[in-house]
């Protein structure tokens, strides 16, 4: 099994920055594709961000320009940096791994921008 431990949520305000880690136990290449979801009260999980092993990225269209998803291979870490956020940012964001057989989930990190 994948574990996966995200970090870096907190409390931040409007406009400013946030880099979110989700750290694996294994190497991200070994894995299918890794993203981040977020959860916002009232709304179902969503997906946010996501690298595939070859490179490829895919965002949202809410956070388009202002998130970047990025990876460092040594430290088999996923970073998820968030620029010029809104209060509609707010929520639980969780790391996922997807191995096509499995789906793994981290323990999910708060993020809230206040206004």
């Known amino acids: 099994q994948v574990q996966l431990v995200e970090s870096g949520g907190g409390l931040v305000q409007v406009g400013g920055s946030l880099r979110l880690s989700c750290a694996a136990s294994e190497s991200i290449f070994s894995i299918n594709a890794m993203g981040w979801y977020r959860q916002a009260p009232g709304n179902q999980r969503e997906l946010v961000a996501s690298?595939?092993?070859?490179?490829?990225?895919n965002y949202a269209d809410p956070v388009k320009g202002r998130f970047t998803i990025s990876r460092d291979s040594a430290k088999n870490t996923v970073y998820l940096q968030m620029n010029s956020l809104k209060f509609e940012d707010t929520a639980v964001y969780y790391c996922?791994?997807?191995?096509?057989?499995?789906?793994?989930w981290g323990q999910g990190t708060q993020v809230t921008v206040s206004s």
């Open positions: 996922n791994a997807d191995r096509g057989q499995s789906n793994y």
């Open positions: 690298i595939t092993r070859s490179g490829r990225t």
